[in-house]
């Protein structure tokens, strides 16, 4: 089945500064790639996806690539704000094109 | 609109009793998923359901847990006799057509 890799655990950052964080994925037949962003005590909200039929997308400071030769797709945040701090999941769509499989998440943190 | 809606937001039991974890999805959303969420595991999928019906339960860990959607508007999650080792934050999704998931803010529960 599926596997999801995330790199790094862990990330600190400057205030203004880019961050970026790795993903790769096992199941070539794996079409659907969301990021999703949770804060302390709330659910994780879906911040960005991309198709595999796309090799980039962006919403204002944030974007997400996808190499799928490679098998490995990225969430690069740019101008990072303090309220950009948060955990990071990565997850990509299983062969039946419905159940997600997540990364282990990276836990973001902006200082001012 | 109204959000994934999840009851209790956090439930502390002692082990053997049994416990009822409650999900409204999003109106008009066909799909709706079960995860588990701990420090060790990260966010597990544990079943889904598409229109009402039981799609995929292999992530439930063992007979005692069991989820059952009576209606497009309502899920239980059910887990008799409760353990310690099944505390975790308990999350629902909804989804339309299989993407993108929304999940509601978690049960957190604490089995002592």
């Known amino acids: 089945g599926e596997n999801v890799e995330q790199h790094p655990s862990t990330l600190s950052v400057q205030e203004g500064d880019s961050a970026v964080i790795k993903c790769t994925y096992s199941d070539s037949a794996s079409n659907y790639f969301p990021w999703y962003k949770q804060e302390l005590g709330k659910g994780p909200q879906l911040i960005i996806d991309?198709?595999?039929?796309?090799g980039e997308k962006k919403d204002q400071r944030i974007a997400v690539t996808l190499n799928k030769t490679a098998k490995h797709f990225s969430l690069h945040i740019t101008e990072t704000q303090p309220e950009d701090s948060a955990v990071y999941f990565c997850a990509a769509m299983d062969q039946a094109g419905t159940a997600l499989i997540f990364g282990k998440g990276t836990t973001l943190s902006v200082s001012s | 609109d109204a959000g994934v809606i999840q009851s209790p937001r956090h439930e502390v039991t002692e082990m053997g009793q049994e416990v009822t974890l409650r999900c409204k999805p999003i109106?008009?959303?066909?799909?709706l998923f079960w995860y588990r969420q701990t420090m060790m595991r990260g966010l597990e999928l544990l079943i889904y359901?598409?229109?009402?019906?039981?799609?995929?339960d292999s992530g439930m860990p063992e007979d005692r847990f069991s989820a059952k959607m009576p209606n497009a508007s309502f899920s239980t999650l059910k887990i008799q006799p409760s353990e310690p080792r099944d505390s975790a934050v308990y999350f629902c999704?909804?989804?339309?057509?299989?993407?993108?998931?929304?999940f509601g803010d978690g049960t957190r529960l604490s089995i002592l």
């Open positions: 109106s008009g959303h066909d799909y």
């Open positions: 359901f598409n229109n009402n019906v039981p799609i995929d």
């Open positions: 991309i198709r595999s039929n796309v």
């Open positions: 999704a909804s989804s339309l057509g299989g993407q993108p998931q929304h």
